[in-house]
């Protein structure tokens, strides 16, 4: 293994998580090649990854080893992105180039014939930049070099370079029980019986772990809606409405709906639970989803100028999971700052603000709101409401309770969560 990420590996409590793949000679050539397309369909449609492996996946015909084999290789590459653009000099949009040395510097060995194609020129060169920039930078070298500075000077370096380390490192498979159909116990029980081995989790009653390469998808258990893949940090977001049945919830973001689910369940299938979004295709996922779950008392609302208005003072409890830097889950995302430049923190900080100080009017006096987001930044999460609250909407509100998810110390995907109580007195 070249001695480019020895100082990281030895630092890692945790099992290597940029050791590349156990290939098998005859696999190495195949492996490479698919890759090089995957990376391509992210440049191209500067998309997601996990839908360029989607999109790749429907074109040719996998094994379920092979397409095991080329996610774990995919996203293993894209946690080391920023390190192949400093060892390659601007060369990084050739893929082949790209995934060549992210193999090489992983400790990989190419044959002769694929030299040609997959090996930069002057190795040695673009293997001592990289080696440089790690020493300076340690693991925060795997970022964005702008969010790497950022998050130093949130968060200082010490801390940063702890979650940076966490990031880096294998999510594990969380799944939230749907207690509209089924138990905790229960659903370990359905698993078990399909040679699924799930293990309870202290932090609540309703999710379990199962190991990463287990076929949960594909048991009866899931086809009858009875588990959604969740972390278990998101499961802790929809706690904090404190959700009763009959109630009447905005998820004012609700995207596919895998909090709005949560919260359906929580309700118990009563009330009213009104999901929003900006986008009809997310909202029509949502509602496939729903239908799986049993979830009926969900309705989905397209945001419009006039949706505020006509939902002013109606609820009960909104949840706001807005839109953020999604820092806090970069090990399950490790392309999401791909595209991005430091401008980006500015808008999203724009975009949270205007969220909080539109969406707070349709809470009812005495109802809360529950703002969280899935990042790391105080800038995207404390310092955020403390704005708000100094703000004149912020006058008719009160903080009850907030809470710091950080991969580092919890283990989980990193969260900010806030529970704001309207004030009985306030009419805006």
């Not at 490479?32 to 369909?41: A, F, G, I, Q, S």
């Not at 945001?303 to 949840?319: M, N, P, S, Y």
Request: net charge positive.
């Amino acid at each position: 293994m070249p001695v480019v990420f020895k100082e990281i590996i030895a630092k890692m409590s945790a099992k290597n998580p940029l050791e590349l793949p156990r290939l098998q000679h005859s696999d190495i050539t195949s492996v490479l090649k698919d890759l090089r397309e995957v990376v391509e369909r992210v440049f191209v449609k500067q998309g997601r990854l996990d839908i360029a492996l989607r999109d790749t996946f429907k074109e040719k015909v996998f094994t379920e080893k092979q397409r095991g084999l080329l996610a774990e290789c995919a996203y293993s590459l894209f946690k080391c992105w920023e390190l192949l653009s400093i060892g390659l000099q601007g060369k990084q949009l050739d893929s082949a180039l790209a995934v060549g040395f992210w193999f090489i510097l992983s400790g990989g060995t190419l044959h002769s014939s694929q030299r040609k194609d997959f090996t930069p020129d002057h190795l040695d060169q673009a293997i001592k930049r990289v080696e440089d920039y790690l020493e300076k930078n340690k693991t925060g070298a795997f970022y964005p070099g702008w969010f790497h500075d950022l998050c130093i000077q949130e968060l200082g370096n010490e801390a940063w370079q702890e979650i940076a380390k966490a990031q880096l490192t294998e999510p594990k498979v969380y799944i939230r029980t749907n207690t509209l159909k089924i138990t905790r116990e229960n659903l370990k029980d359905a698993l078990r019986k399909e040679m699924i081995n799930a293990s309870i989790i202290a932090e609540n009653d309703i999710a379990l772990e199962v190991a990463r390469n287990s076929r949960v998808f594909k048991t009866k258990a899931f086809a009858e809606g009875f588990f959604e893949m969740q972390d278990v940090g998101s499961q802790m977001v929809s706690t904090f409405l404190l959700a009763k049945p009959k109630d009447r919830i905005i998820d004012a973001c609700a995207g596919e709906g895998g909090k709005t689910l949560h919260i359906a369940a929580m309700m118990e299938n009563t009330g009213r639970l009104i999901a929003m979004d900006i986008h009809s295709y997310k909202l029509d996922e949502l509602k496939r989803r729903a239908r799986r779950a049993g979830a009926w008392n969900i309705q989905t609302v397209v945001i419009e100028a006039k949706t505020i208005k006509k939902h002013t003072a109606t609820a009960d409890a909104i949840l706001i999971d807005a839109p953020c830097s999604g820092s806090g889950v970069l090990r399950r995302n490790p392309d999401a700052l791909l595209f991005r430049k430091s401008t980006f923190i500015h808008d999203v900080l724009q975009i949270q603000q205007e969220l909080l100080h539109t969406f707070h009017k349709t809470v009812k006096p005495g109802g809360c709101l529950v703002y969280c987001t899935c990042s790391i930044l105080p800038s995207e999460g404390e310092k955020q409401i403390l704005a708000f609250l100094a703000s004149e909407n912020g006058a008719h509100w009160s903080l009850e309770e907030e809470r710091r998810i950080c991969p580092a110390k919890d283990g989980f995907d990193g969260f900010y969560i806030a529970r704001l109580r309207k004030k009985l007195d306030s009419s805006s």
